[in-house]
């Protein structure tokens, strides 16, 4: 059973930082995709950032390129989102997402496994 399980959400001021975490379980092969995804009240899911297990290359939505940055720590089966300069529009609940190979999508519906969410609000 494949489980993800986020952490490291909060309430923080507009221009501070916040890293998400992600544990993954379950994923029996190195061929998978992380993603992350946000969503907040009244918009549509939004794809964020993307990382390929196996070999670290990453994917980023242009709009969150140089304030975002995900990656992976193999020892810890942990994924990661480093999120500088927060502002109000960041506020939303964070997804992680995975799907088994090696291709990405910015479609969430790709996406067979996904976390509980976790709260990210930044206040200004």
């Known amino acids: 059973q494949v489980q993800l399980v986020e952490s490291g959400g909060g309430s923080v001021q507009a221009g501070a930082s916040l890293r998400l975490s992600c544990a993954p379980s379950?994923?029996?092969?190195?061929?998978?995709?992380l993603v992350w995804f946000r969503q907040a009240p009244g918009k549509e899911r939004e794809f964020v950032a993307a990382?390929?297990?196996?070999?670290?290359?990453?994917l980023y939505a242009d709009s969150m390129k140089g304030r975002f940055t995900i990656s992976r720590d193999n020892a810890k089966n942990t994924v990661y989102l480093q999120m500088n300069s927060l502002k109000s529009e960041d506020t939303a609940v964070y997804y992680c997402?995975?799907?088994?190979?090696?291709?990405?999508?910015?479609?969430?519906?790709?996406?067979?496994?996904w976390g509980q969410g976790t709260q990210v609000t930044v206040s200004s």
């Open positions: 379950g994923l029996s092969s190195s061929s998978y995709v």
């Open positions: 997402a995975a799907r088994r190979g090696l291709a990405y999508s910015l479609n969430g519906d790709a996406y067979d496994y």
């Open positions: 990382i390929r297990w196996n070999s670290g290359n990453t």
